[in-house]
């Protein structure tokens, strides 16, 4: 009934606004559809067309108004009021108001969601509706990241959260709607025609083709199947430069390749076998042989947040050396270092990282093995912290509290590797706390020095993004942060 309810709409709502369908090529379906509980790639992809914030972060990482018009602070920086956009409606006709704006957040933090954004809302101590347009946030204690964060409380209708199964069915604010899924084919949403913003969206659909093989992808680019690849790997993009019907964009990707450790696995809960792997990566090779040059080493923060990154140069760990690794490999009694490592073949940064990596370990001597399930198996059990170590690739913020709290606090929502320093929980909660731009900044070069080389997480690389775009497709502006908003704006010849 929904798609032959958004065809009518197509046929005769608004056909003279919006034309052409968008080509997407994108290497993985999405895995669930809940706003609230995804953390895939592959799923935010989708459903950031399908679901608003009270902000967005533009491509030069400021916040921009979404949902909420305008908000004040309070003089002690504990009040946030936001003001809604009026007349805003769900894609089933209703009006979406201040209490849908509350409900959302307290889904998000009710413990039976398990909501992976709950830990960048732990600072709010209540959210009411002191109207229809006006939603008031109280904190218990000044929360520096707040405003950025509250572009993750994806606005959601509370009676299709209770009559449907949300994480199939998708009904938000955003300039797109949810047409069809073809599972391992394609996604079509199309366009909203009571979308908020004038003259948005200006196509008809988004169809998200659901293309594995990276030849595949950018040979739909270059013969005009595909109008857009989001995100092409380094290889992919060699072969489309010189490509006339196509071009290259590039930004600095605030995302990062990472061998995650679990921590309640011995040997892994001793941080010198953590740090004698990190001497044993080299991370040099691994930009050459997989980013063809275009990442650099990266530590706990990206550098495109150049004003708190530390230099990866101030870690000893990231200088290569294997024999030292292995000395500290017999100091904690784990010479015969066995180890899994989990990981997937549908992204091909993922997938090569993981055999450079696979095979630098066993040139150190250490009995390294690969599991490639699909995807979603991998996705389980990631949560389910059901490894001993894992590849991947994790997802970047604007503020470094985004980086670090939920995936290295004790609590944290994304904190799959059972990591639990008190002293870094100490320091976490005093840096998402201080107002002072210094104090911040001196309390978060103590927590990269404090995770880069004894951390869960062994930091591989930041790459530059890299998207292929064929001629006559305008409007797309690539996003550090991989949002995908400016879709809205694309217009297809």
Known sequence: MQKFVLSLILLFGFASAQTGTLELAVDQSPVGLDP?????????????????????SNADLAIEPALAESWTISDDGLSY?????????????????????VYSFNRIMAEETGSPQASRFSQVSSAEAADDTTVVFTLSEAF?????????????????????????????????????????????????????????????ELRYNIVPEASTR??????????????????????????????ILRTQDLAYSLLGFNTTVAPFDDARVREAI?????????????YFGQAEAGGPLSPGLA??????????????????????????GASDLSMEILSFGTNKIVSDVSQVVLAQLIDAGIDATLDVPEFGTFVQRWKNSEFDAFVSLNGGNIDPDGYLFRTFHSDGATNVYKFNDPSVDELLVQGR???????????????????????????????TLLSGIANGVEGFEQNPTR????????TVE
């Open 36 to 56: 609230h509980v995804v953390t895939a790639f592959s799923s935010i992809a989708v459903l950031s067309q399908i679901y608003d914030g009270l902000v967005e």
């Open 483 to 490: 949002s995908l908003i400016s879709l809205r704006n694309v």
């Open 278 to 290: 990190n001497m044993i990566i080299d991370r040099e090779e691994i930009v050459e042989a997989v």
């Open 144 to 204: 520096a990241p707040f405003l950025g964060n509250t572009a993750n409380l994806s606005v959601v209708a509370s009676e299709v959260v209770e009559s449907e199964d949300i994480g199939q069915v998708a009904i938000g604010t955003g300039a797109f709607m949810l047409d069809e899924i073809v599972p391992d084919t394609y996604v079509s949403l199309v366009a909203n025609p009571n979308y908020y913003r004038d003259m948005q969206p200006k196509v008809a």
């Open 218 to 247: 950018a040979a739909g680019l270059r013969n005009g199947t595909y109008h857009l690849l989001p995100v092409v790997d380094p290889a992919t993009a060699q072969t489309l430069e010189n490509v006339n019907s196509v071009s």
């Open 307 to 332: 004003e708190w990154a530390v230099d990866t140069s101030e870690y000893s760990c990231y200088t290569t050396d294997v024999d030292k690794a292995k000395a500290l490999l017999a100091e904690a």
């Open 81 to 101: 009021t936001f003001n809604l956009r009026e007349g805003v409606t769900f894609h089933n006709g209703r009006t979406m108001t201040a209490e849908d704006v």
């Open 433 to 463: 706390t201080q107002t002072d731009l210094d104090e911040r900044a001196a309390t978060y070069t103590s927590l990269q020095e404090k995770l880069a080389c004894s951390g869960p997480i062994s930091h591989i690389a930041y790459g």
